[in-house]
């Protein structure tokens, strides 16, 4: 069975039991490469989102994925899981990919509040790890340059 580019998915609560996700796609595993290997990548990118976020990561997946045929679609003093560090970042065939962090830690922005800090160490391992080869664009393209990052505030629906 041949997969396709696949997913790491990160489920994370705040202090307010607010769940959000962050999920990162790989592009598709080498027939050689073990579930191990899977998983100890997993691990790591886990602990570095940690490292940025105020919010808990409870669950942590990887979803390989087969291709299927294309065809026509029938109160805390921290931010909560609606508040998100975006992380833009640059694929080799130009596409931009954002990836999310749920209740970011406000010293992982500047002192405006709103621009990510690219040289916060947690920041920059996150940078690191995303585009050193084993990320990559829901198309397949390797996400090769952070290009920004800033904050977007989410007002939470209530119902």
Excluded: H, W
């Excluded at 307010?16 to 998983?39: F, H, M, S």
């Excluded at 291709?67 to 694929?91: F, R």
């Amino acid at each position: 069975m041949a997969f396709g580019v696949s997913r790491q998915a990160f489920t994370l609560t705040d202090g307010n039991g607010v769940a959000a996700k962050t999920e990162v796609y790989i592009p598709a595993p080498a027939t050689t490469v073990t579930v191990a290997t899977l998983d100890t990548n997993l691990t790591t990118l886990g602990t570095q989102i940690a490292a940025l976020t105020n919010a808990k990561v409870r669950a942590q997946a990887l979803r390989l994925e087969e291709p299927q045929a294309l065809g026509p679609g029938v109160l805390q003093v921290y931010p909560s899981a609606t508040d998100k560090a975006v992380l833009v970042y640059g694929c080799a065939n130009g596409q931009e990919v954002r990836i999310e962090i749920p209740a970011p830690q406000m010293t992982i922005f500047d002192s405006d509040g709103e621009t990510v800090n690219a040289a916060n160490a947690s920041v920059s391992a996150f940078n690191t790890a995303i585009t050193g080869g084993a990320y990559c664009a829901n198309s397949g393209s390797l996400i090769t340059t952070y290009l920004r990052g800033f904050r977007s505030l989410r007002t939470r629906e209530k119902r």
